[in-house]
């Protein structure tokens, strides 16, 4: 590609009579070179280059490049660019220097477009990438509709100048990231703009219950029967089809945690219009129809408000179908009829007028090709036309097809259709029945979509149980259900047929354990959700499963599970809705957690930042319902307690230790309570680890519901037995004796009603020591030389004086600690209702303040000699600890009963409950000790 200019001659150039020395022949000339380098990254014409300010040309493409003058060597070159191309930046490299032997070829041109940005949701945190330019500026708000160019002027604005290295991760509280805020992000780059993305910071929110925390060295240990934690989300979020992880902000929908979104479809440009049970979504007025943006965030100036749910949407040439319980639908102030059906221009985005189409009852399913509309629901009429749940309906003029009307019947209650598809001139209808057109058909069939909507013979399929969702391809029709047979050969909730032949694929032996409620194809894909445990693939007699509750994917050719695909989606509350639009699909249910990372039982997470330790990963080899209910660290290990189920990898029979420093499980420490056995409750002391729950005989020693453990390499403690009488639900170490709480009436033999203290050395009963509830008690706590006890009970009777007596106390009482005298002026009130019953306490802790924190059955709470039900409390409630008088001040509120409650220093952890006010969490809930404002 280069050419040195010079000249040179060879040999002795002799003449005659010349002296030979080569004198008065030609002389070299100077060395010349040629510049030039490489383009990278050009995608259209318009850049221009320039050498030395002399030599210029126009570059069309990428590749390599030469100026064509020459520059002797030793001589200056300097490369400048004239003129930029066209929606792209080019930055030179190596553009200037001497001009060496043998030309210059190093020069690079690097052009870059806009630069492509992503963001993701993380626990506490958010990532944002971005591809192109290596160095941009990134702006941020909360404010969706933010104007980037005035960026200052959008509400909790901010901008990282100069961010390298093509990603940066943003810390929810360190970065001061609300995190139930969605936050919408741009990067530039030398004036260009990329698209808008966003992303949440989200709290944690676990698969299932929790059940115990403890805090060492600024990390929260959280216990309970989870296997996943997850980003808190509620109602429904778009996930990636790739992987099954959330993508966008995860919008928040109210009124509360039950809020759910019911019905979704792509809206064509990448978002998707959406409907359910919610009133709001992230604060906006959204009363069951909303619009989610691209980004996965709503839409502010999208808004319809139909009177009653949605149960169904089609986005059909241009317009989008809304069906369901509605009557009235509002928009801009004004309110319209529309009788269960409406439709909206989407180019206009204005409801339209005509055609008019209504029915007399709910409409659940629509279907549509060209100028024909199917309906289905549970109606009679459809524009006046007596249609039963089917109907035909002509776009161009609202007329019914008076011809079209399959007959469905229901053997027990009215016939419902769910579901419409159409294909290839057959319409697939899916619902409550048990035939159509006088065949049997058990919750799925397939007619005729013209004539008078005759069965179509071909499509004879026969299940054993309900059909209850159905999906297409372009080549395959997808059943997902109750059924474990289809037209006689087995098939458990799953199964695939061909639409060209319409046979069952026998190559397509995708199983799950249970049900399947809803079915989407994406791409190769094939995602299912229900209510089962796990997934598999092959005959029923030689399957090997995988646990994947919930939500699955599957290969969409042979149903083989994609083991590293994982939605975190919460066991129990499987999603009523799943669509996909090619990148993405579309998630909705009741569902409180989304993505996150596998966490079997136990998780640690740092207390300030809330952000979770990803390398700290225990493997406990627990099954389907382990749990772990109580934690206590001693040195280096972290005891825990609780149940290991009968499909459990590894039974560790109630008792095990991890390693603080790495999570791994601690082989030196060996400890049993029996098979089946329970563990409740731990503590330690320098000298062992004691045990509650419910057990006998643990390692063949004779001691019931409570025994003690060694340190060191473990074993029960042969020298220490006790008997109470039923379990243990509570216990502490204080002084030398050991305090115990629970359900049991006597320990071995001696009357101790849900109270005892034994002794540390042996556990013998202390017999001085015996005040009595007449409930069960749940949790124990000392301070000073107190005994604070919270439970079931009503009465407690304490253990001094000639004749004692039972005495109110609501969920709540104080006990000397050495010799179990009540305390007669501290009666804090708790209630559970306004009729006057106790309240009950799952959980009390003590926090720095002096202030005691009471969480379980409470919704009325008050000081001693006060009446409780003047101060209404929500399950939560804060008492002197020493005047046991209510904290009128600190009322966070939660919306169920919370398991178990902690404090440290400022900070009360609750565990439980999924909403506090208005905002939704995942069962882990932090507040401020002084003011009850969340913290996260």
Same mark, same amino acid.
């Given at each position: 590609?280069?050419?040195?200019?010079?000249?040179?001659?060879?040999?002795?150039?002799?003449?005659?009579?010349?002296?030979?020395?080569?004198?008065?022949?030609?002389?070299?000339?100077?060395?010349?070179?040629?510049?030039?380098?490489?383009?990278?990254?050009?995608?259209?014409?318009?850049?221009?280059?320039?050498?030395?300010?002399?030599?210029?040309?126009?570059?069309?493409?990428?590749?390599?490049?030469?100026?064509?003058?020459?520059?002797?060597?030793?001589?200056?070159?300097?490369?400048?660019?004239?003129?930029?191309?066209?929606?792209?930046?080019?930055?030179?490299?190596?553009?200037?220097?001497?001009?060496?032997?043998?030309?210059?070829?190093?020069?690079?041109?690097?052009?870059?477009?806009?630069?492509?940005?992503?963001?993701?949701?993380?626990?506490?945190?958010?990532?944002?990438?971005?591809?192109?330019?290596?160095?941009?500026?990134?702006?941020?708000?909360?404010?969706?509709?933010?104007?980037?160019?005035?960026?200052?002027?959008?509400?909790?604005?901010?901008?990282?100048?100069?961010?390298?290295?093509?990603?940066?991760?943003?810390?929810?509280?360190?970065?001061?990231?609300?995190?139930?805020?969605?936050?919408?992000?741009?990067?530039?780059?030398?004036?260009?703009?990329?698209?808008?993305?966003?992303?949440?910071?989200?709290?944690?929110?676990?698969?299932?219950?929790?059940?115990?925390?403890?805090?060492?060295?600024?990390?929260?240990?959280?216990?309970?029967?989870?296997?996943?934690?997850?980003?808190?989300?509620?109602?429904?979020?778009?996930?990636?089809?790739?992987?099954?992880?959330?993508?966008?902000?995860?919008?928040?929908?109210?009124?509360?945690?039950?809020?759910?979104?019911?019905?979704?479809?792509?809206?064509?440009?990448?978002?998707?219009?959406?409907?359910?049970?919610?009133?709001?979504?992230?604060?906006?007025?959204?009363?069951?129809?909303?619009?989610?943006?691209?980004?996965?965030?709503?839409?502010?100036?999208?808004?319809?408000?139909?009177?009653?749910?949605?149960?169904?949407?089609?986005?059909?040439?241009?317009?989008?179908?809304?069906?369901?319980?509605?009557?009235?639908?509002?928009?801009?102030?004004?309110?319209?009829?529309?009788?269960?059906?409406?439709?909206?221009?989407?180019?206009?985005?204005?409801?339209?007028?005509?055609?008019?189409?209504?029915?007399?009852?709910?409409?659940?399913?629509?279907?549509?090709?060209?100028?024909?509309?199917?309906?289905?629901?549970?109606?009679?009429?459809?524009?006046?036309?007596?249609?039963?749940?089917?109907?035909?309906?002509?776009?161009?003029?609202?007329?019914?097809?008076?011809?079209?009307?399959?007959?469905?019947?229901?053997?027990?209650?009215?016939?419902?259709?769910?579901?419409?598809?159409?294909?290839?001139?057959?319409?697939?209808?899916?619902?409550?029945?048990?035939?159509?057109?006088?065949?049997?058909?058990?919750?799925?069939?397939?007619?005729?979509?013209?004539?008078?909507?005759?069965?179509?013979?071909?499509?004879?399929?026969?299940?054993?149980?309900?059909?209850?969702?159905?999906?297409?391809?372009?080549?395959?029709? &997808?059943? !997902? /259900?109750? @059924? $474990?047979? +289809?037209?006689? #050969?087995?098939?458990?909730? =799953?199964? %695939?047929? *061909?639409?060209?032949?319409?046979?069952?694929?026998?190559?397509?032996?995708?199983?799950?354990?249970?049900?399947?409620?809803?079915?989407?194809?994406?791409?190769?894909?094939?995602?299912?959700?229900?209510?089962?445990?796990?997934?598999?693939?092959?005959?029923?007699?030689?399957?090997?499963?995988?646990?994947?509750?919930?939500?699955?994917?599957?290969?969409?050719?042979?149903?083989?599970?994609?083991?590293?695909?994982?939605?975190?989606?919460?066991?129990?509350?499987?999603?009523?809705?799943?669509?996909?639009?090619?990148?993405?699909? &579309?998630? !909705? /249910?009741? @569902? $409180?957690? +989304?993505?996150? #990372?596998?966490?079997?039982? =136990?998780? %640690?997470? *740092?207390?300030?930042?809330?952000?979770?330790?990803?390398?700290?990963?225990?493997?406990?080899?627990?099954?389907?319902?382990?749990?772990?209910?109580?934690?206590?660290?001693?040195?280096?290990?972290?005891?825990?307690?609780?149940?290991?189920?009968?499909?459990?990898?590894?039974?560790?029979?109630?008792?095990?230790?991890?390693?603080?420093?790495?999570?791994?499980?601690?082989?030196?420490?060996?400890?049993?309570?029996?098979?089946?056995?329970?563990?409740?409750?731990?503590?330690?002391?320098?000298?062992?680890?004691?045990?509650?729950?419910?057990?006998?005989?643990?390692?063949?020693?004779?001691?019931?519901?409570?025994?003690?453990?060694?340190?060191?390499?473990?074993?029960?403690?042969?020298?220490?037995?006790?008997?109470?009488?039923?379990?243990?639900?509570?216990?502490?170490?204080?002084?030398?004796?050991?305090?115990?709480?629970?359900?049991?009436?006597?320990?071995?033999?001696?009357?101790?009603?849900?109270?005892?203290?034994?002794?540390?050395?042996?556990?013998?009963?202390?017999?001085?020591?015996?005040?009595?509830?007449?409930?069960?008690?749940?949790?124990?706590?000392?301070?000073?030389?107190?005994?604070?006890?919270?439970?079931?009970?009503?009465?407690?009777?304490?253990?001094?004086?000639?004749?004692?007596?039972?005495?109110?106390?609501?969920?709540?009482?104080?006990?000397?600690?050495?010799?179990?005298?009540?305390?007669?002026?501290?009666?804090?009130?708790?209630?559970?209702?306004?009729?006057?019953?106790?309240?009950?306490?799952?959980?009390?802790?003590?926090?720095?303040?002096?202030?005691?924190?009471?969480?379980?059955?409470?919704?009325?709470?008050?000081?001693?000699?006060?009446?409780?039900?003047?101060?209404?409390?929500?399950?939560?409630?804060?008492?002197?600890?020493?005047?046991?008088?209510?904290?009128?001040?600190?009322?966070?509120?939660?919306?169920?009963?919370?398991?178990?409650?902690?404090?440290?220093?400022?900070?009360?952890?609750?565990?439980?409950?999924?909403?506090?006010?208005?905002?939704?969490?995942?069962?882990?809930?932090?507040?401020?000790?002084?003011?009850?404002?969340?913290?996260?």
């Amino acid at each position: 590609m280069f050419a040195v200019g010079c000249s040179s001659s060879s040999g002795s150039n002799e003449t005659d009579g010349g002296s030979g020395d080569g004198s008065g022949g030609e002389t070299e000339g100077p060395e010349e070179g040629q510049v030039g380098g490489e383009v990278h990254g050009l995608s259209s014409g318009g850049l221009i280059l320039t050498l030395n300010d002399e030599e210029s040309f126009e570059i069309e493409e990428s590749g390599p490049f030469s100026f064509e003058s020459t520059i002797a060597v030793d001589d200056e070159y300097s490369v400048a660019l004239d003129a930029q191309p066209a929606s792209q930046h080019c930055e030179l490299e190596n553009a200037t220097g001497t001009m060496p032997e043998g030309g210059v070829d190093d020069i690079a041109v690097h052009c870059y477009a806009a630069p492509e940005l992503s963001a993701s949701s993380d626990i506490m945190q958010m990532h944002v990438h971005w591809s192109g330019p290596g160095t941009v500026d990134i702006f941020y708000s909360s404010d969706a509709d933010c104007d980037w160019e005035a960026y200052s002027n959008c509400s909790d604005s901010g901008a990282i100048m100069q961010a390298e290295g093509g990603s940066v991760t943003l810390e929810s509280i360190a970065d001061g990231f609300d995190v139930d805020t969605p936050w919408y992000f741009i990067a530039e780059y030398q004036g260009m703009q990329s698209q808008r993305v966003a992303a949440r910071g989200a709290t944690p929110a676990f698969s299932d219950w929790t059940t115990d925390t403890i805090i060492q060295d600024g990390r929260l240990y959280v216990s309970g029967g989870f296997r996943h934690v997850g980003l808190q989300a509620s109602g429904g979020a778009p996930i990636h089809a790739e992987t099954g992880q959330p993508h966008g902000p995860l919008p928040a929908f109210g009124p509360d945690a039950d809020a759910e979104v019911r019905a979704a479809v792509p809206d064509g440009v990448g978002g998707w219009f959406i409907a359910g049970t919610f009133d709001s979504v992230d604060g906006l007025d959204r009363t069951g129809l909303a619009r989610i943006r691209p980004d996965g965030g709503v839409d502010t100036d999208w808004a319809f408000h139909p009177d009653q749910a949605v149960e169904t949407l089609l986005v059909h040439e241009g317009k989008l179908f809304v069906g369901g319980r509605f009557a009235e639908i509002e928009v801009d102030g004004v309110t319209h009829s529309r009788e269960h059906v409406a439709i909206i221009d989407l180019d206009e985005g204005e409801l339209l007028n005509e055609p008019e189409i209504s029915t007399d009852e709910r409409v659940e399913a629509f279907a549509a090709v060209g100028e024909r509309l199917f309906i289905g629901g549970r109606f009679e009429l459809v524009n006046g036309v007596s249609k039963d749940v089917l109907a035909a309906v002509d776009l161009s003029d609202g007329s019914v097809d008076e011809d079209w009307g399959p007959d469905v019947f229901r053997g027990t209650g009215t016939p419902i259709v769910e579901g419409l598809l159409v294909d290839d001139g057959a319409v697939f209808v899916r619902g409550r029945f048990d035939e159509v057109n006088d065949a049997e058909r058990n919750g799925f069939g397939v007619v005729d979509a013209g004539g008078v909507g005759a069965n179509l013979g071909y499509w004879d399929v026969i299940t054993d149980r309900r059909v209850e969702s159905f999906a297409l391809s372009e080549d395959t029709l &997808y059943l !997902g /259900g109750r @059924f $474990r047979e +289809i037209n006689g #050969v087995e098939r458990d909730y =799953l199964a %695939a047929f *061909d639409l060209s032949s319409r046979s069952m694929r026998e190559g397509f032996l995708a199983q799950t354990d249970r049900r399947i409620t809803q079915v989407a194809v994406v791409g190769d894909r094939l995602v299912a959700s229900g209510g089962f445990d796990r997934v598999g693939h092959g005959p029923n007699d030689d399957i090997e499963w995988q646990l994947t509750p919930t939500l699955a994917a599957f290969d969409a050719d042979s149903g083989v599970p994609l083991s590293d695909w994982h939605s975190g989606i919460t066991r129990g509350n499987e999603p009523r809705v799943l669509v996909g639009n090619g990148e993405h699909l &579309y998630v !909705g /249910g009741d @569902f $409180r957690s +989304i993505g996150g #990372v596998p966490r079997e039982y =136990l998780a %640690a997470f *740092d207390l300030e930042s809330g952000l979770l330790d990803r390398d700290w990963r225990p493997e406990l080899g627990g099954g389907e319902w382990t749990s772990v209910e109580a934690m206590a660290i001693h040195g280096e290990r972290l005891y825990l307690g609780g149940w290991w189920d009968e499909d459990a990898e590894v039974d560790h029979e109630g008792l095990l230790a991890v390693k603080l420093s790495d999570a791994s499980v601690d082989e030196n420490w060996q400890a049993s309570v029996g098979d089946g056995g329970v563990v409740r409750q731990l503590a330690v002391t320098d000298e062992r680890v004691f045990v509650g729950g419910g057990f006998s005989d643990p390692e063949g020693h004779s001691t019931e519901n409570v025994a003690a453990f060694f340190h060191g390499q473990g074993g029960v403690d042969s020298g220490w037995s006790a008997a109470p009488s039923s379990n243990v639900n509570t216990l502490i170490a204080h002084g030398d004796r050991l305090y115990i709480g629970g359900h049991f009436n006597n320990v071995g033999g001696v009357d101790r009603s849900r109270l005892a203290a034994l002794e540390q050395d042996d556990g013998s009963l202390v017999d001085e020591w015996a005040p009595a509830a007449d409930n069960t008690v749940e949790v124990l706590l000392a301070h000073d030389n107190m005994i604070y006890i919270g439970g079931r009970f009503e009465e407690v009777r304490g253990d001094t004086g000639v004749d004692p007596q039972f005495e109110t106390r609501e969920g709540l009482a104080a006990l000397d600690a050495q010799d179990g005298g009540l305390d007669a002026d501290w009666r804090p009130g708790i209630r559970r209702n306004s009729h006057g019953s106790a309240g009950s306490a799952n959980g009390i802790a003590i926090g720095g303040d002096g202030q005691l924190y009471v969480t379980g059955g409470i919704l009325f709470a008050g000081s001693p000699n006060e009446d409780p039900d003047a101060h209404p409390r929500d399950w939560l409630a804060a008492f002197d600890m020493e005047e046991a008088t209510l904290n009128h001040d600190w009322n966070p509120g939660l919306d169920g009963s919370g398991y178990h409650v902690s404090a440290h220093d400022d900070v009360v952890i609750v565990l439980g409950a999924d909403e506090t006010g208005d905002t939704l969490r995942g069962g882990l809930m932090l507040f401020d000790a002084h003011s009850g404002e969340l913290i996260w």
